[in-house]
Structure formats: C-alpha cells, structure tokens
C-alpha cells in the first residue's frame, strides 16, 4: 500500500505558474510509474503527465510544453511545475503511482483555480 498526498495547489491568474508536489508514504524507487491527472468540472478525469522509473516522460497534447513533471526518489515525491496557466487548466490535479501489475494508488487531489 502506498499513500499519496499531494499539495501545492491554489488560486493563480492566466499566465501564470504553480508547482505541485506529491509526496508518498513509503520508498518510491520500485515505482514502475509516477503522474499526474486532472478532472474538470462535469468531465471525466484526464491523464496529464507520468514519469517512470528510469526517468521516461510521456505527457498529454493538452499540456505538453507547458508542464513538466519530475521525480525524485530520495524524497519520496513527484512534482508536476505548471506554466502559462490557462483558465481551462482549473481543476482537481490528483497524483497516482504503481508497480508493475494492475495497482494503482491515488491521493486524494489538489484544487487548482486559474482566474483573473
């Protein structure tokens, strides 16, 4: 069992840049995969960005260019940095991980309010 929580989000106007964290409660370096995902409003949750664990990211049309997630294991953490925000990035962004099988751990989500 690993539990994720994630922290970092907030209140940011257009054209800005937040960065949020995800710390796990245990050792993540047998992780296969650590990401990040968001849910909108009224939509279905969206698979933003993931990172494994020999350091291969992979991210959404949506945000590619403009996020970036990294890892680092001696701190047990993921982070997605988030620029040039857009009102359309508002959302819940909830941090997940797995092993090599089926299993999949999820915090519980940070809120993310981009508004002039």
């Known amino acids: 069992q690993v539990q994720l929580a994630e922290s970092g989000g907030g209140s940011v106007q257009p054209g800005g840049s937040l960065r949020l964290a995800c710390t796990a409660s245990?050792?993540?370096?047998?992780?296969?995969?650590m990401g990040w995902s968001r849910q909108r409003p009224g939509e279905q949750r969206e698979l933003l960005a993931i990172?494994?664990?020999?350091?291969?990211?992979n991210y959404a049309d949506s945000v590619a260019g403009r996020f970036f997630i990294s890892r680092d294991n001696a701190a047990r953490s993921t982070y997605l940095q988030m620029n040039n925000l857009k009102p359309e990035d508002t959302a819940v962004y909830y941090c997940s991980a797995g092993y090599n099988g089926p299993r999949e751990f999820w915090g519980q989500g940070t809120q993310v309010f981009v508004s002039s």
């Open positions: 245990r050792s993540t370096n047998s992780l296969h995969y």
């Open positions: 990172v494994t664990s020999g350091e291969m990211t």
